[in-house]
């Protein structure tokens, strides 16, 4: 019952942008935190970024500061990634995952994860 659809992955060059969506349904946006997490072969899954839904407080991985930047649609119950100044270090699978704020963030825990959307940056 509980949808959460990522898109708008792909292939971009370094120093390029994409912008991620992450579509929630069946589940009430109010209750939740929404956040982003990737992971690259052979590397641990990696937090990048959460935004609150008590207070609309964001957070971010120290490798994204000032490039990524996290936002909420409440109308259409979409979060977004945009992901500017890209490095080929951000080559990942970005997953789209809700939870308890804390549980999220810092325990990277999820209570409803998406499938995932491929990320490559390459020249």
């Known amino acids: 019952q509980v949808q959460v659809v990522e898109s708008g992955g792909g292939l971009v060059q370094p120093g390029g942008s994409l912008r991620l969506s992450c579509a929630v349904s069946?589940?009430?946006?109010?209750?939740?935190?929404i956040g982003w997490f990737r992971q690259a072969p052979g590397k641990e899954r990696e937090g990048v970024s959460c935004i609150s839904s008590s207070d609309g407080s964001t957070y971010y991985a120290d490798s994204v500061k000032g490039r990524f930047t996290i936002s909420r649609d409440n109308v259409k119950n979409t979060v977004y990634l945009q992901m500017n100044s890209l490095k080929p270090e951000d080559t990942a699978v970005y997953y789209c995952?809700?939870?308890?704020?804390?549980?999220?963030?810092?325990?990277?825990?999820?209570?409803?994860w998406g499938q995932g959307t491929q990320v490559t940056v390459s020249a």
């Open positions: 069946g589940v009430t946006p109010d209750y939740y935190a």
């Open positions: 995952a809700i939870g308890e704020l804390l549980n999220l963030w810092f325990r990277k825990v999820g209570d409803y």
